[in-house]
């Protein structure tokens, strides 16, 4: 479009200056408009680009205090405003904390958020001997 309107002015601009009378070519042909599969593609793949920073400002939120909630199918890790930061489901209760606690600290790492300073449970809080599994567990 920008071609073809500095093309044009040219033209005027010639014709202005009293120049004789002649035809002009027409402009040069416009780039054909990309297909809206190749649109949505292309935004796919800008959305997919920045999704550990979109995610990362999501964490952000989460605060210096968790609650963490343990069933025998679910547990889920929340923020002190009741909002549930992460979630996983278990075959039976304990199972599977490892990689969640792993992967809700690597989002506060990846925010530069420093990692929360109070985690509360319901049961396995202290231990007589050492650190409880769920110092364990959020070790960091």
């Known amino acids: 479009m920008r071609r073809s309107m500095q093309y044009l002015g040219e033209c005027e601009h010639f014709l202005a200056t009293g120049s004789e009378r002649r035809a002009f070519p027409p402009p040069p042909p416009m780039p054909p408009v990309p297909t809206p599969v190749w ?12 999704l550990e920073k979109v995610k990362a400002r999501v964490t952000s939120t989460f ?8 069933t025998k199918k ?12 992460i979630t996983v489901l278990t ?7 490892l990689p969640m606690a792993a992967s809700l600290m690597q989002q506060y790492r990846v925010t530069g958020v420093a990692p929360p300073q109070l985690i509360y449970v319901a049961r396995d809080c202290c231990s007589t001997f050492g650190g409880s599994k769920t110092a364990a567990v959020f070790h960091e």
Do not use: H, P
């Open 74 to 85: 679910a547990t889920s890790v929340g923020n002190k405003f009741g909002q549930v930061l």
């Open 39 to 50: 649109l949505l593609s292309v935004y796919c793949f800008g959305v997919w680009s920045r």
């Open 63 to 70: 605060g210096s205090i968790l609650k963490m909630d343990s």
């Open 91 to 97: 075959v039976s209760e304990g199972e599977g904390l």
